[in-house]
């Protein structure tokens, strides 16, 4: 049975490298490179149709980890038992009122 199995592999990988001979194309240069993977990426990535969606993932990358760590500050504040601050730290962060200006 192993030597069947080692059958099945040996052909299965002798496919590929011909489907990849194939692919290429019998004509390529042999000194010819592939580019490699990022190297394609930084292509697709800065073409000037896709600046603004990369943009828009930093924006969103950094106010998901604002998020978060609002989120904690608040959870400490509960676990304190000062949960009536929680609406004033975001009043103070989204309007700049303190306690003093508020009254």
């Known amino acids: 049975m192993t030597n069947a199995f080692y059958a099945i592999v040996h052909y299965a990988s002798d496919a ?4 990849g001979e194939a692919a290429h194309g019998a ?3 042999p000194g010819h490179h592939e580019p490699s993977g990022l190297h394609n990426f930084m292509e697709i990535v800065t073409k000037p149709d896709n600046i603004p969606i990369v943009a828009m993932l930093f924006l ?3 106010f998901f980890g ?3 760590k609002m989120g904690l500050a608040n ?5 304190k038992g000062e949960k009536d601050k929680i609406y004033d ?3 103070r962060w989204v309007w700049g009122e303190t306690d003093e200006e508020g009254n």
């Open 16 to 19: 590929a490298a011909g489907a």
């Open 27 to 29: 004509g390529a240069t």
């Open 60 to 62: 969103v990358l950094y």
């Open 66 to 68: 604002l998020s978060l």
């Open 75 to 79: 959870d400490r504040l509960t676990e």
């Open 89 to 91: 730290r975001m009043n």
